[in-house]
């Protein structure tokens, strides 16, 4: 009897151990892997994930302490060509991403003039992306999606605790030196470690510097019943008569709301003033909710998004990317970077994650193809750079709140371009997706692009 009642409390500590196992740090790190990779985020999972499945050798070295860290007060707008990655990444993705997102089936734009009165306000039905693009859309939390990842990975292979410091060239590969002090044997370092990529020093020539757009992001994860500012499964955007000004609120699953705020520097004078002292940026800068209360007073939408979400839990940043690569590979191939550290740009789109799922998939097929070698990283590199800058240089020409052409014709002749754009983005390898049988056994490859 005792027995049978201690069975659910030693089944509960047995999950509670499972489910915590990525938390558990350091764990002890191998001499030699096959593939490094630096960074445990959206892309460095992916990529691990990947390879794992394809019986590749790879391990995650996170700078982070523990891998699951919490909100990072950002929600992820899953396209099609990201579901399609998802499935060649790990054919239980596109499932897990769906259980805990939401389909969104509506998007409402509002436009709001400069004074805050209405002026129009249309409601597009999203339902038929997936006859469009090829799937539907799926919005889901940041860390939802983190989570769907780790749970494809296995635990003894993420390593957290290990910020990778730099790499020399060794026989038949590379040694990965960690701050800490130890180093790992590697074929190929793979760096998935972020817009700020130590690894992209080892590729990067000439000026690489963060390229600032001169606009600034506010945003928060809150729950939806503290903010009924869209439907379920909507989207709402809203212009406000100044060019980047934007609100934006989507329902990201969950009974969970994703907030966007933008500014122009030039609208926010505090905001510029904390950039130039150093104080802007990450989680609850003192007096950024006052500031924006300001900027956005004229908005009930925005002041609502304000009002629900504590100080502390509003993210800021300043938005911009870094030059295009000149070349994605190092120390004679042995190194390469994939998503943020090979492309980061700005959110506009939403297109950041889903071209790092692509990233993750194409590199993953061609070092099972190629072995961990110079000749998987280079065709990656060709393979990716064209579409990548392509997505990269629309994200940063489409900014949010961007004011369209007043002039008729003019107008047309945009929206025309931008869904032109948009397809060639999202409908990418879209047909691939939940077909029978190893994903890439169909994989139609976009055509070689010669980049290095
Ligand atoms: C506000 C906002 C909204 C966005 N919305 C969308 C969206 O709707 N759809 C979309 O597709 N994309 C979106 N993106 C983009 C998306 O967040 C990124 O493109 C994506 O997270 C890139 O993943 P990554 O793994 O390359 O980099 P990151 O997510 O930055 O992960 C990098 C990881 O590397 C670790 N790291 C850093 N340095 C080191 C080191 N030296 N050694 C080891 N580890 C290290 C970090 O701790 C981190 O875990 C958005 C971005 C922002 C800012």
Known sequence: MLALQRLPDMMLALLYIAATAHALAPTAVPTRVDVAIAGGGLGGLAACAAMRARGIDA????????????????????????????????????????????????????????????????????????????HDQYNIAWSSAHEALADVVPPEVVHCGRAVAGATAAEGGVDVAFVDGS?????????????????????????????????????????????????????????????????????????????????????????AAAIADGSFGGFGRPGSTADLEASFARFPDALACLAATPPAEIFERRLGDRPPLGSWTGLDGRVVVIGDAAHPMVPSQGQGTMVTWEDAADLAALVAAEGASPA???????????????????????????????????????????????KQMYSWKHTLDELPGEPFARWAWSGPVVRD
């Open 59 to 134: 391990h995650c070295f996170e700078a982070a302490g523990e891998l699951l860290r919490g909100s990072t007060g950002t929600g992820i707008m899953i396209s099609a060509n990201g579901m399609s990655a998802l499935g060649a990444v790990d054919r239980r993705l596109p499932a897990a991403m769906r259980a805990r997102g939401v389909r969104i089936t509506s998007q409402k734009i509002t436009k709001y003039g400069a004074d805050g009165a209405e002026e129009k306000s249309v409601s597009m039905d999203a339902t038929t992306f997936k006859d469009t693009f090829g």
């Open 183 to 271: 180093s790992v044997r590697a074929k190929l370092l793979v760096g998935a470690d972020g817009i700020g990529s130590k690894v992209r020093s080892l590729v990067a020539t000439g000026d690489d510097a963060p390229r600032y757009s001169g606009q600034l992001l506010w945003n928060a994860i809150v729950d939806s019943a503290a903010l009924p500012l869209h439907g379920p499964g909507e989207v709402s955007f809203a212009t406000t008569g100044v060019d980047g000004r934007a609100i934006l609120a989507f329902d990201a699953g969950g009974g969970k709301t994703s907030w966007y705020l933008t500014l122009p520097a030039t609208e926010a004078p505090r905001s």
């Open 376 to 422: 998987a990283t280079k065709a990656f590199a060709a393979r990716r750079g064209k579409r990548c800058d392509m997505v990269q240089k629309y994200s940063a020409a489409s900014y949010m709140g961007k004011t369209s052409p007043t002039r008729q014709p003019r107008k047309i002749f945009s929206m025309l371009g931008n869904f032109r754009r948009i």
